[in-house]
């Protein structure tokens, strides 16, 4: 009986332990969307004004010189960077309240349509294989990972040839997928970051983009109850290989 009773605590106060992590996480992230949407509201208003004072400039600079024309467009590059990475921090923030149903889901439709749409090289092979069975699970969140993960891989490729394996392997609750390449992988400083908003990890600066597609992957998953990992052998071998939890009903 003693024994009984003290299990019966023991499993009381973990419970109470976890209520008040998951109480904290909920007021974070909400604290975290209240202050992107502020940030954003008080930044789009001079955003605004910026455009238009470009516009009404590039209109004038019919007959100035090359220099300044040049300066204008690349002050006009960089007002539409910041106009989307304030889009990128709002869809960041918002990802813990959004919601979809869970459905039936096709797996193996969503990552063909994925692979489908992806511009890359004509070298490139992206291969698909495992299994991607249709499982219970929210559709558009599933979409956003595999379709981020699989364009950061054709993306960030190197070379002209190459290759991107997606796999899948079902089990009961949840659906591991693999995305593999064989690309320049990621250096062992860049790994902790990787996953941070707005961070364009070593030789990408130049990239297209906003750096935010890790981030809003690895937000997504866990938001869902997954978890993600990326593995590379780099700097000693090439590739990167990131693996997704993703809980099924």
Known sequence: MRARLIAESELAARTRELQRVNLELERANADLESYASVMSHDLQSPMRVLRYTLDDLDAASMGATPDAREKIGKLRQLSQRMTGMLSAL??????????????????????????????????LLIDITG?????NTMAAPLDLVLRNLIENAVK???????????????????????????????????????????????????????????????????AAGGTIRVDSPAPAARGTTFTVHWPIR
């Open 90 to 123: 709002l869809d960041y923030a918002s990802i813990t309240r959004k919601s979809d149903a869970i459905a039936p889901v096709d797996t193996a439709a969503v990552v063909r349509t994925i692979v489908a749409t992806i511009d890359g090289p004509s070298g």
């Open 156 to 222: 960030h490729h190197d070379r002209p040839t190459g290759r991107v394996g997606i796999s899948a392997v079902a089990e009961p609750a949840q659906l591991i997928v693999t995305v593999a390449d064989d690309g320049p992988g990621i250096a062992p400083e860049h790994r902790d970051v990787a996953f941070l908003p707005f961070r364009k990890l070593g030789p990408h600066q130049d990239k297209p983009g906003q750096g935010m597609g890790l981030a809003l992957v690895r937000r997504t998953v866990e």
């Open 131 to 135: 299994t991607w069975p249709v499982v």
